[in-house]
């Protein structure tokens, strides 16, 4: 019974899972083929891993095309950690070798570091891995298997006080010092993360020190915290890198400690706000290694998919063409940018979402760029003009080339650019030219016939995509989009740019004449804020106003001011008196069709004040202000 207590309260460790992108694998294709060739001797290479996975994620090291060179930059916030490769010719000697006789040379390898004060100086050296492999090149089948060596007590690490988060044992001002301390830590050590560390906290300070100043950081003190830098996700266990750590500590300082409490460090960011408050803190009492000269037993390959020892196999035959590989890759770094900023994100509809850029100018480019950026595939531009030799050095879809024997047309170049860019882009390009109020199309019979054809055009356009956003260089052109997408429901983003500001907006969904049966809009199914109501306030997303409503009151948006580094969050009440949202407009629009368009497009601007009430709102307001005045002259 008192041997089932003993285990029951041993400390356990989440191992690490492999992580490998395709990336990887077609890094290794080329080294194969062009430098390794039928040489089988080690490799250095490097991964990494984080310590700000969501919950429920496996504790990761991850590996990409980088791996390669050792010297490469870590990714932000994360450890590296670095391995060796051994890659056999055959299959028959991927599975003779002697993978026992490897573990324990590299565990000995780390052992050696620990004696010789050497981990101590350079704590990376704990988290060394090795990868075993065999690519085989006719099928771009890769069979690997992973260790990541651990050395081991001979008795468990009795448990001496539970884990518990560290918002149960820190108030909220010992946190916020603690991810202060750790951040001046990381900067004074030159390194993205620092793995482990040394704690000392009282109830309004926290401070951190290097390994190599124990002696001196807790001369005097009774008690002794040390920290991790952790990649488990699980809140009742640390994660893999703390086994060699309890090794070296024993080795090295365990005859002087009663027991050793352990901060394991997890800092995620989750929106855009920090939390290292899921971080766990417990206590466990070390067994005395101080005397040993052996090496310890080592562990630490990892288990296959059905969860027993073995190795793996990835079968890449369909993603090794260059374009898929470019696909999963875009696909992965999303996925990682989901995990780390935004879980709720759907990317799966963030896929499909067919976005319409009007305007493929400064904005439109770099809109086009971000698109992709988010996994955007699908996009469609819309202009009329040609690249001119002013454009390369702000639209960044353009070159010289571009601008010769009068220009591409901007849309068409924009085209060709996004596919050299990413070739899994669906993308298309419109030449035309969008009819705006006050420029009047009835010179003749072929100009009116144009002019309903642009528009036609331009409702398809506006009907067959999800998103629309307006990035065209004039308030005018803005309009009829506008118009056509509140009509259709359609959400729109707005965005400007002056001098030193610019404003990006997102228009209100107008909610359906007939709601019963509507499917859910794109901005739901992407984003469920973005049907419900304003990202900055508590207004309805559909009672937002437009770019136009801006006449009045000033709509949703953001808007920047360059100079002084500052954004502002307004939000309002679309207006009813708009004079292109508004119910009268959208309801002339709808009964009278391009016949009332006709009427904008060849009138001036007071058609449209005079439609909305905008001419008697300014009659009022002007005859108030005027009865002020007078009422002000008779004191």
């Keep these: 019974m008192e041997s089932a207590v003993s285990a029951r309260l041993a400390l356990q460790f989440a191992p690490f899972s492999s992580a490998l992108d395709a990336g990887f694998w077609h890094e290794l294709t080329q080294k194969k083929l062009n430098d390794y060739?039928?040489?089988?001797?080690?490799?250095?290479?490097?991964?990494?891993?984080?310590?700000?996975?969501?919950?429920?994620?496996?504790?990761?090291?991850?590996?990409?095309?980088?791996?390669?060179?050792?010297?490469?930059?870590?990714?932000?916030?994360?450890?590296?950690?670095?391995?060796?490769?051994?890659?056999?010719?055959?299959?028959?000697?991927?599975?003779?070798?002697?993978?026992?006789?490897?573990?324990?040379?590299?565990?000995?390898?780390?052992?050696?570091?620990?004696?010789?004060?050497?981990?101590?100086?350079?704590?990376?050296?704990?988290?060394?891995?090795?990868?075993?492999?065999?690519?085989?090149l006719k099928k771009y089948h890769f069979y690997y298997w992973f260790a990541f060596p651990a050395l081991c007590f001979t008795e468990g690490i009795p448990i001496v006080q539970q884990p518990v988060s560290l918002a149960e044992k820190f108030s909220t001002c010992q946190i916020h010092t603690l991810q202060d301390a750790y951040d001046e830590l990381c900067q004074k050590e030159e390194v993205t993360a620092v793995p482990y560390f040394l704690v000392k906290y009282r109830e309004d300070s926290v401070s951190l020190a290097s390994l190599r100043n124990w002696n001196e950081f807790f001369k005097g003190q009774t008690k002794v915290t040390v920290g991790v830098y952790d990649p488990c996700t699980l809140t009742q266990y640390p994660g893999w890198p703390l086994r060699n750590f309890l090794i070296l500590i024993a080795y090295n300082w365990g005859s002087f400690l009663d027991t050793l409490e352990v901060l394991c460090f997890r800092d995620r960011t989750m929106q855009g706000v920090r939390d290292?408050?899921?971080?766990?803190?417990?206590?466990?009492?070390?067994?005395?290694?101080?005397?040993?000269?052996?090496?310890?037993?080592?562990?630490?390959?990892?288990?296959?998919?059905?969860?027993?020892?073995?190795?793996?196999?990835?079968?890449?035959?369909?993603?090794?063409?260059?374009?898929?590989?470019?696909?999963?890759?875009?696909?992965?770094?999303?996925?990682?940018?989901?995990?780390?900023?935004?879980?709720?994100?759907?990317?799966?509809?963030?896929?499909?979402?067919?976005?319409?850029?009007?305007?493929?100018?400064?904005?439109?480019?770099?809109?086009?760029?971000?698109?992709?950026?988010?996994?955007?595939?699908?996009?469609?531009?819309?202009?009329?003009?040609?690249?001119?030799?002013?454009?390369?050095?702000?639209?960044?879809?353009?070159?010289?080339?571009?601008c010769l024997d009068g220009g591409k047309p901007k849309a068409l170049a924009a085209v060709e650019k996004l596919q050299k860019i990413f070739p899994g882009v669906k993308v298309e390009g419109f030449n035309l030219s969008i009819p705006m109020p006050g420029h009047p199309v009835n010179f003749s019979a072929v100009t009116m016939q144009q002019a309903q054809k642009d528009v036609e055009q331009l409702e398809k356009l506006i009907c067959s995509h999800d998103v629309i956003f307006l990035l065209m260089d004039t308030r005018e052109s803005r309009w009829l989009p506008t118009v056509i997408a509140a009509s259709q429901r359609k959400l729109v983003i707005n965005a400007a740019l002056g001098f030193d500001t610019f404003v990006v907006m997102r228009h209100g969904l107008k909610k359906p004449k007939q709601e019963s049966g509507e499917p859910a809009t794109v901005a739901a199914t992407i984003n469920p804020a973005l049907a419900g109501c304003s990202l900055f306030s508590n207004i309805p997303g559909h009672k937002l106003g437009c770019y136009f409503c801006n006449d009045v009151v000033a709509p949703g948006d953001i808007r920047g001011f360059l100079s002084r580094f500052d954004n502002v969050l307004p939000a309002s009440l679309a207006f009813d008196k708009c004079t292109a949202c508004s119910p009268v407009v959208l309801d002339h629009f709808e009964k009278d069709g391009f016949q009332f368009l006709a009427n904008v497009f060849n009138s001036s601007h007071s058609f449209l004040e005079d439609l909305t009430g905008l001419t008697l709102l300014h009659q009022e307001t002007q005859a108030a202000e005027i009865w002020d005045m007078s009422d002000d002259e008779s004191f």
Excluded at 118 to 129: H, Q, R, V, Y
Excluded at 293 to 313: A, F, Y
């Design 37 to 136: 060739r039928l040489d089988e001797s080690p490799r250095n290479i490097r991964g990494y891993y984080y310590n700000g996975d969501s919950a429920g994620l496996p504790t990761r090291l991850t590996l990409e095309f980088s791996a390669f060179d050792v010297n490469a930059v870590t990714p932000p916030r994360c450890c590296p950690a670095f391995g060796t490769l051994y890659n056999t010719n055959t299959l028959q000697s991927f599975k003779s070798t002697d993978k026992k006789a490897l573990l324990e040379q590299l565990g000995k390898e780390i052992w050696d570091t620990i004696r010789s004060g050497k981990a101590i100086e350079d704590p990376s050296l704990l988290n060394t891995f090795l990868l075993l492999t065999f690519a085989d």
């Design 276 to 402: 290292t408050q899921h971080s766990i803190i417990f206590e466990v009492k070390l067994p005395q290694i101080a005397s040993v000269t052996d090496c310890p037993k080592c562990v630490g390959w990892e288990k296959n998919q059905k969860g027993s020892l073995g190795p793996r196999m990835v079968n890449l035959s369909e993603c090794m063409d260059p374009k898929r590989l470019a696909e999963s890759s875009v696909d992965l770094n999303l996925k990682l940018m989901r995990w780390r900023l935004v879980p709720t994100l759907g990317l799966e509809n963030v896929v499909t979402t067919r976005c319409l850029l009007l305007g493929a100018g400064t904005l439109g480019c770099n809109v086009a760029r971000t698109l992709m950026g988010w996994g955007v595939r699908q996009i469609t531009f819309v202009d009329n003009a040609k690249v001119s030799y002013s454009n390369p050095v702000r639209q960044s879809l353009y070159e010289f080339e571009d």
